[in-house]
């Protein structure tokens, strides 16, 4: 089984997950660490709970979900993961860096690409894939159905979804991505979102105001 631990990083406050099983074994999604003091508060919990990282995973590579995947990299040697259509987005972080004034290092080493529908392997535990374009063009979740959640991202809130007025955002690709890749799971799913607290797609359904149900 996995657990969830969730971190707050940078001035957008996003949201970090770490993922970690019995093992001890453990990935990272969305390091948005940007200050020193928030990526040694990532490795200090790594070492305190003795998890080894394995899989470095982007659900979208927008600015404040990304600050951290070099120093990822550059502390547990992992490549990043991603889907491909993100590769752009990707590409063009420096630049959004440098409009809000938050410069970083941009990641720079090895990419794998996610396909939409691909489990993804953690020991025993497996997380799906799910394609789920409109915040961004190649933003995913990371399903798993066992400990009944989803890390969705900017694509789904608490009461809210991504905006789409962002390069390569699609207001109605949003919405039937909601509507059918996250809706469609069990009411009881925990939703990790990108931003601001935990949700349920049960809840969603009935007090999203921006989806409807069908
Ligand atoms: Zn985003
Ligand atoms: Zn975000």
Redesign the pocket.
């Known amino acids: 089984m996995l657990t969830v631990k969730a971190f707050t990083f940078n001035p957008?406050e996003?949201n970090t997950y770490i993922l970690y099983n019995e093992h001890k074994q453990c990935c990272i999604i969305d390091p948005g660490c940007y200050f020193p003091e928030e990526r040694d508060g990532l490795k200090t919990f790594v070492e305190k709970t003795g998890l080894s990282p394995v899989l470095l995973l982007n659900t979208h590579c927008?600015l404040?979900?990304i600050f951290g995947n070099k120093f990822v990299r550059d502390t547990w040697g992992l490549p990043l993961h991603l889907h491909e259509k993100e590769k752009p987005v990707l590409d063009f972080v420096p630049t959004s860096g440098q409009l809000y004034q938050l410069p970083f290092d941009n990641y720079n080493g090895p990419l794998v690409y996610l396909k939409e529908g691909e489990i993804i392997k953690i020991n025993d535990d497996e997380l799906e894939v799910r394609f789920v374009p409109g915040h961004s063009p190649g933003h995913v979740c990371f399903y798993n159905g066992p400990g009944g959640f989803v890390i969705s991202g900017?694509v789904l809130f608490n009461r809210s979804i991504g905006r789409t007025d962002l390069p390569g955002g699609d207001y109605a690709a949003l919405i039937n991505s909601i509507q059918t890749q996250l809706f469609t799971l069990p009411d009881e799913t925990n939703v990790y979102s990108?931003?601001g607290p935990v949700t349920t797609i049960g809840f969603e359904k009935m007090n999203n105001p921006f989806v409807k149900l069908y």
């Open positions: 957008v996003e927008h404040d979900h900017d990108g931003h």
